[in-house]
């Protein structure tokens, strides 16, 4: 006799017995003790609100480092700005340097 391959009929009845036993199992476990139920939801909500207040605390941390972003990056733009007009006055002077020069050697002529 050779080994046969469980049929269809076979496995349906196996899968049928497995789920009355799990049933089974489920109906005779004790009921929840209520001191315990409190307990894991008082455990919960301490849980939650501690959850909470850490994205509280993050929140306010991304508004912190976004804001010290932003001064730093309107300290960038016045150090351009401020070193563009320092250019502009440099070349301002070295224009009047030249025209100074210039002037002194038509007067000398």
Do not use: N, T, W
Not at 3 to 22: G, I, N, S, T, V
Not at 46 to 61: G, H
């Amino acid at each position: 006799m050779a080994f046969k391959l469980p049929d269809h009929a076979d496995r349906a009845k196996a899968a049928a017995e497995a789920r009355k036993a799990a049933l089974d199992k489920f109906k005779s476990a004790p009921p929840p003790d209520e001191a315990a139920l409190a307990a894991r939801a008082r455990a919960a909500e301490k849980r939650s609100e501690r959850e909470d207040q850490r994205k509280v605390e993050r929140a306010e941390a991304a508004v912190r480092a976004e804001e010290a972003r932003l001064a730093k990056e309107a300290q960038a733009v016045v150090a351009a700005e401020q070193a563009r007009l320092e250019g502009i006055a440099r070349e301002a002077a070295q224009k009047a340097a030249r025209d100074a020069r210039y002037a002194a050697r038509k007067k000398g002529r």
